[in-house]
């Protein structure tokens, strides 16, 4: 009948074989001589064979002892080499990892991308900013970055980023508009109505009527186009300072409107099945790390 011996009990009977002495071999394993002696004594019950013969002078392998050692110490010799293979795999990350990014935030997410590929040389990335979700239970991304929380589906998430959403323009237009007292007076750059259920947007459709001056569905042409003046966008506030980028003022009067401008979190996502593989991991880990206050 086949049996199924752990790992440690291979330990022990090599231990045992090696050193022909109980007390020696238990203090090679780390363990005192009685636990050595009851671990021998259960794996003999379990082979229906006797290992050692115990003498005064101490143990001496049996015949059974003898045809077992081979295997034992190719066991061994496997586990080693299953060692250096773990130990080595920090070593050999490679491969695609295909990121979803939502629009507009593909051009900016990649500052947090800075310094993956000195650690992982082999790490190619794949970024997809389309406006359609991707669905990563059928695999169509390995890792997501979403701005709204995922409710259903297998999946793992963690917060990136909590940041709230500004309207911001140029040093010199928001000189010129002074503190603002209706948003109707405003020069306005939003967003395609291809997005227009996307939290910034919804802000501006709810708190003016006024038309904006400019649409687009990326968040980079807007900064731009806010950057040289042309009007005022609303920002996530770590995008003011980079890009040269001012809040305008607001008077008295719109402090409902300045109390719901909205708050976005970033959330890093992936499905359960592929979190833990190790190029996904490598990612995961490093946006993690970038990301933590």
Known sequence: MAIEPHWDDVRIFLALY????LARAAKRLGLDSSTASRRLGRLEEEL???????????LHPTIEADQLLPAAEETERGLHRFSREAG???HTIEGVVRISVPPGLAE???SLL??????WPLLRLE?????????????EADIALRTVRPRSGDLVMSRLLRSRWVPATSPDYAAALGRIHALGDVRWIGWSRALSTVVPAEWLRRHTDAEPILRSNSLTAQIEAAKLGLGVALVSEPFLRPHGLVPV???RGLGTAVAELPVDDLWLVAHRSLRHTPRIAAVWD???LITAP
Do not use: N, P, W
């Open 286 to 288: 490093h946006l993690c």
């Open 18 to 21: 090696r050193e022909r002495h």
């Open 108 to 110: 900016h997410s990649m």
């Open 249 to 251: 003022r607001f008077g």
């Open 127 to 139: 970024v997809d900013s389309r406006i359609e979700v991707s669905d990563l239970s059928r695999r």
């Open 114 to 119: 800075a310094g993956l590929f000195t650690r």
């Open 88 to 90: 080595a795999l920090d």
């Open 48 to 58: 229906g064979s006797r290992l050692f013969e115990r003498t005064s002078e101490g």
